[in-house]
């Protein structure tokens, strides 16, 4: 299931995806000083997937303290902590703020205490590599997420669509980072071990990781347009192949679609 989550103000957003019900949902409330005073009640599962947009990173403040192994997400413009995330052996995992969940019910959930004081910073580390999330994505917002939604949309005839990703599948992303960045000389907005983007105009160069459904060296472009339902309704089944329909994923609605050559792109609003 998906669970969608935000800081109070919405400057940092994210989607939990969770291999399971809502009632799995189990809850750490640590013992350590600063969750102490934040209230900080915590939930991860190896399997689950998090994927996270920051609107304005001037307003978050990445928090470390002590042994200095895991950053707080703190939107130093309401205070709240979304989500901690820890990076061992340049693998990023993380534990998610039940509290900042939507539509979810934290009383509702199976609490326990922890205590992990007198833990070596292996120890620690090891046990986050066993129980953290695994698979984790942080990205900036390719557009503001305050907008009014009662915006101006164009003439359906006049529907302007703009390129707004070209994602590329690498097999290093140390290595592309580092060729785009020091031999082509892009501005870096941001680099994770799955997902990286740079600042290139109008337009965002993102990195992501190869796989077997995209290999090495391949790309694939992603389109915005102002109405994704309204752009939905008028093409699908008419001059375009859609192979899903919008749907929420990455806190947006998402569609895919095929191009005269096969070829996969995406399409946001």
């Known amino acids: 299931m998906q669970i969608e989550g935000k800081c ?148 359906e005839e006049h529907m302007t669509t703009a390129l707004s990703y070209a994602i590329k599948y690498v097999s290093s992303m140390e290595d592309a980072v580092r060729f785009h960045r020091d031999q082509l000389g892009l501005n870096l907005r941001f680099e994770s071990p799955h997902w990286s983007e740079f600042e290139t105009g109008s337009t965002t160069l993102a990195l992501h990781i190869a796989s077997p459904e995209h290999p090495a060296g391949s790309c694939q472009l992603g389109f915005r347009v102002p109405d994704i339902a309204s752009f939905y309704a008028q093409k699908g089944g008419r001059g375009i192949e859609f192979t899903s329909p919008p749907a929420p994923l990455h806190g947006q609605q998402l569609a895919k679609f095929k191009d005269t050559d096969g070829a996969e792109c995406s399409l946001s609003e």
């Open 8 to 155: 109070h103000c919405g400057n940092i957003r994210y989607v939990l995806g969770w291999p399971g019900d809502a009632a799995e949902i189990k809850i750490r409330a640590c013992s350590c000083t600063f969750c102490k005073k934040h209230g900080g009640s915590w939930t991860s599962h190896r399997d689950a997937e998090l994927i996270a947009t920051v609107d304005d990173a001037s307003l978050v403040s990445k928090y470390s303290f002590e042994t200095g192994t895991a950053d707080f997400y703190v939107c130093s413009r309401c205070g709240a902590v979304p989500f901690v995330t820890c990076t061992i052996d340049d693998h990023l995992y993380a534990v998610v703020n039940v509290n900042t969940l939507e539509g979810i019910d934290p009383f509702s959930l199976t609490r326990a205490a922890t205590n992990f004081d007198g833990e070596g910073t292996a120890e620690r580390l090891e046990r986050r590599k066993r129980n953290w999330i695994q698979n984790v994505r942080i990205a900036a917002a390719s557009r503001p997420s305050h907008a009014s939604k009662h915006k101006i949309k164009p003439p």
